[in-house]
């Protein structure tokens, strides 16, 4: 211990005078940062779509290093600032213009749930897992997917949701937490009952096995007609 090198630990290869030049780069940058996320917009972090969230994070980059390292000038980082918000101002300009090149950069809206069922061929594209879409939903008071008459995730990545009105909640498959780990194969008394896989909900009858018609499974749960909690 007694060779320990206490300023190389806490300074590097610097000397202790560049420490109040550090102060003064991060300011600089600091105030740079704020200036080009002021010209970017208002928007906060859930509604960054992918493109916006790939600027923020070159704008952060580019900023990091003239903070700490002294052979690191600010006049390159300006002129990376300056050349990212004049490709995010051109990006924009263009997306306004041209549906097709938005929907490249950004996305587009994909339905995950329509009629209390999942919209099987869109949810699959999406990469979110079922757990995760249930908390989501979940957290916005839902307890079963008859409580839904459509989901959609936004190119955001926010899930907007459409609810049936309090007299038109219909049947549907539950999703609280351990809800779908009692599923049956062998239907043994009357109700309606959901497929697990594609939420599709039917009024069955005690039968040995029965085949979802939507999706050609045949797994269920007991569905539920609870009314959304507000």
């Not at 010209?39 to 790939?54: H, M």
């Amino acid at each position: 211990m007694s060779d320990f090198n206490w300023k190389e630990f806490l300074l590097g290869s610097e000397n202790w005078n560049f420490l109040p030049e550090v102060i003064l780069r991060t300011l600089i940058m600091f105030i740079i940062v704020l200036v080009g996320l002021r010209l970017l917009g208002k928007r906060g972090v859930k509604q960054l779509s992918i493109f916006e969230l790939v600027v923020i994070v070159s704008l952060g980059t580019a900023a990091g290093d003239p903070m700490l390292y002294k052979d690191v000038g600010i006049l390159p980082a300006l002129i990376v600032f300056i050349v990212i918000v004049a490709l995010y101002s051109l990006i924009t300009y263009i997306i306004g213009k041209n549906k097709r090149f938005e929907n490249l950069m950004e996305g587009k809206p994909v339905r995950l749930i329509k009629n209390g069922a999942f919209s099987i061929e869109d949810f699959s594209k999406e990469a979110i897992g079922e757990d995760e879409f249930f908390a989501e939903l979940r957290m916005q008071g839902v307890s079963q997917l008859g409580q839904i008459e459509e989901a959609i995730v936004e190119s955001s990545g926010n899930i907007s949701i459409f609810y049936y009105p309090e007299e038109d909640v219909k049947y549907g498959l539950p999703i609280m937490p351990d809800s779908l780990n009692s599923w049956q194969q062998k239907i043994k008394e009357d109700g309606f009952y959901a497929c697990i896989f594609c939420g599709n909900t039917e009024k069955l009858k005690p039968a040995t096995k029965y085949t979802c018609p939507k999706c050609q499974k045949g797994r269920w749960v007991k569905a539920s007609n609870k009314k959304r909690i507000r």
